[in-house]
T-cell receptor, first 113, second 111 residues
């Protein structure tokens, strides 16, 4: 069965520091991978998605970037964090069985101070 | 920009009552999913509806896809405290494989 791992679970970083969040998927090959950000108790905003190694699409202009160095690895980064980067970050892989379904990691609570 | 509006935004009811939450869009979905999210965790898929007018039941939860595939509803019968959570609808619009998520309904069941 497929599993998705995301870490760390919580992170407190000072403004101006770098960021690296990692997501890995097991049990599937060539997954479509996504990074979402969620405001407190609300819906999810799509940040980046990737359909393969080195292929990144950005949905919104922002202070973040993403990379896909390996088939089952997806990384969210920033060179200098802003206060507005605080939020709950979720990695997901999409299963396509004729229709798209998302399976999420546990999420990372990022607080920029 | 395609929007998925969910209503109500917040709902608090007594245990044992029934409730319905809604998911609406002006655009057509190829399919639609409902997720439930607990605090501090990722959303968990509950169901996928595919055909216009489709109804799916998951124990006390009934999901309906609108005939025109632009809206959906989730009905919970005899709510329990374990139903508490954030309910999110999501779907890929026709011609777009990416999932767009709704604004969410925060449901609280009071014992």
């Amino acid at each position: 069965s497929q599993t998705i791992h995301q870490w760390p679970a919580t992170l407190v970083q000072p403004v101006g520091s770098p960021l690296s969040l990692e997501c890995t998927v097991e049990g599937t090959s060539n997954p479509n991978l996504y990074w979402y950000r969620q405001a407190a108790g609300r819906g999810l905003q799509l940040l980046f998605y990737s359909v393969g190694i080195g292929q990144i699409s950005s949905e919104v202009p922002q202070n973040l970037s993403a990379s896909r160095p390996q088939d089952r690895q997806f990384i969210l980064s920033s060179k200098k964090l802003l206060l507005s980067d605080s939020g709950f970050y979720l990695c997901a892989w999409m299963r396509d069985t004729g229709y798209t379904e998302a399976f999420f990691g546990q999420g990372t609570r990022l607080t920029v101070v | 920009t395609q929007l998925l509006e969910q209503s109500p935004q917040f709902l608090s009811i007594q245990e044992g009552e029934n409730l319905t939450v809604y998911c609406n869009s002006s655009s057509v979905f190829s399919s639609l999913q409902w997720y439930r999210q607990e605090p501090g965790e990722g959303p968990v898929l509950l169901v996928t509806v595919v055909t216009g007018g489709e109804v799916k039941k998951l124990k006390r939860l009934t999901f309906q896809f609108g005939d025109a595939r632009k809206d959906s509803s989730l009905h919970i019968t005899a709510a329990q405290t374990g139903d508490t959570g954030l309910y999110l609808c999501a779907g890929p619009y026709f011609g777009n494989e990416k999932l767009t998520f709704g604004t969410g309904t925060r449901l609280t069941i009071i014992p």
